[in-house]
């Protein structure tokens, strides 16, 4: 007879595995509907940038503005009031805007109240500083929880993860870029960051730096750079 115990036990190692997926996986919709990628049939991508603005973004503004591309920016609520300038000059720079959340909260194991009211002051306060209703949430550090899914539907929020994500916090920037450029794809979703969560004046310059030679090599690898909702609805 087979001791209960290896069972229980791969049971639950089973079940936390599945649970650490539902929770952070890419493609995970388990607590609301995600999309973490396009369609491939077109040679088309987007670049998106969480935890701005910062002080710098109008840094990767610049560099996008000088290839004529338009990106996703996904910047927290407090970041939001904290340089509204900022996030309008984003905005009125043609990009997308989407919902990160207000204080960039980690949402496992908060309540469902919690999760809501994140989210809803977030898209309040992009709404009143920019003039732009996002359709787009990305939870943050990619976590979903319990409660996301009613409040996103409550919001009328599409939740969304990414195809690649830069470690541009982390790496130096050689290293991000040929990380994105080695897994660039059609309809791939790019993750970097103008931002760094709610830290005044962070260094993006590993960020900033990828983006300079990263968008170039895009282009010439024959990919348009859109934003989400155009990688994702083409209207033409
Ligand atoms: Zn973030």
Redesign the pocket.
Known sequence: MISPLPIAGGSVACGAAAMAWAVRGRSSAVFGPSVWRGPRARRALALTF??GPSEDTPRILDILSAHGVAATF?P?GANVERLPELARAVALAGHEIGN??YN?PLCCFRSREFIAADMERAQQVILERTGVRPAWY?A???VRWFGMRRAQRQLNLQGIMWTVIGYDWNLRAEAVVERMAGRASNGAILCL?D?R?LRTRPDIGTTIEAVRRLVPLLLDQGYKLETVSRLLCPTT
Request: charged residues 30%.
């Open positions: 969480d935890d996904f927290c990160h959340g960039h990305r943050p550090y990619g960051h931002g969560e």
